[in-house]
């Protein structure tokens, strides 16, 4: 079972996701995005001062996040209606 709350939290990566292979599987930057673990990336971590600011930050809200993306023209509901 999962649970989805639409004002929960994104999280991001501080390396630029690349699909896993032998010579970056130990890129644990780019492909986890535990805070705990990203805060040691210096400089690339950016301490989120503002959650709802969806531009900036390692740590965003959720609902900022989609209108954003909602103001860039992709379709919220779908997107919502596929990740559940």
């Not at 644990?28 to 995005?33: D, F, M, Q, R, V």
Request: aromatic fraction near 10%; proline fraction near 4%; hydrophobic fraction near 30%.
């Amino acid at each position: 079972r999962v649970y989805l709350y639409r004002d929960g939290l994104a999280r991001f990566c501080t390396q630029p996701y690349s699909a896993a292979a032998e010579q970056n599987k130990q890129n644990s930057y780019a492909h986890l995005t535990n805070s705990s673990l990203n805060k040691a990336n210096l400089p690339s971590y950016e301490e989120s001062t503002d959650p709802t600011d969806a531009t900036q930050g390692s740590k965003r809200s959720m609902k900022a996040l989609f209108e954003l993306l909602r103001k860039q023209g992709h379709d919220i509901e779908t997107l919502w209606d596929k990740l559940a």
